[in-house]
């Protein structure tokens, strides 16, 4: 009988063990790669310039990741007369522009990365309807994201 508990508890032990140690490996990742968790992106419009579907994270500190801020969504373009672009601007550097083409949708992953920092700490996205050179473009309002 006390073999066979023996036997028992060692196999117990030996089952619930990798468990344990798998469930607990967690902890040891930086809460930054923890906290890289999907957000939902407001939806942005103006006349003839949609964004939508859109959600983003900002990603750990990393030589792969950079702590870059990663976005996904659709730009889509609604009147069939003019593009569409997005503009993410990371705080002190110039927009990087994302277009879509006349009367089209577009799906972006990207990411956006500050190069002098670890981690990118604010971006600001905001889409636009392209309308050529003598026309003012019109954009929606700024969104603010912050890490």
């Known amino acids: 009988m006390k073999r066979l ?4 508890l060692a196999t117990t032990t030996v089952l619930t063990a990798p468990t344990i140690a798998y469930a607990t490996a967690d902890r040891s990742t930086p809460p930054d790669a ?23 994270r900002f990603l750990p500190a990393g030589p792969e990741t ?5 976005f996904t969504g ?24 994302f277009r879509a083409s006349r009367g089209t949708a577009k799906r972006y992953n990207k990411n956006v990365f500050d190069g002098a920092m670890q981690r990118t ?5 905001r889409v636009c309807r392209d309308r050529g050179t003598l026309i003012p473009d019109n954009c929606s309002g700024k969104e603010e994201y912050v890490r």
């Open 34 to 56: 923890r906290a890289a968790k999907w957000h939902k992106m407001n939806d942005q419009s103006t006349s003839g310039a949609q964004w939508s579907d859109a959600r983003y």
């Open 5 to 8: 508990l023996i036997a028992v």
């Open 66 to 70: 950079r702590g870059a801020f990663n």
């Open 121 to 125: 700490r604010d971006v600001r996205v």
């Open 74 to 97: 659709t730009l889509r373009s609604t009147d069939k007369n003019n593009g569409v672009y997005l503009e993410v601007a990371v705080h002190g550097y110039a927009p990087n522009v």
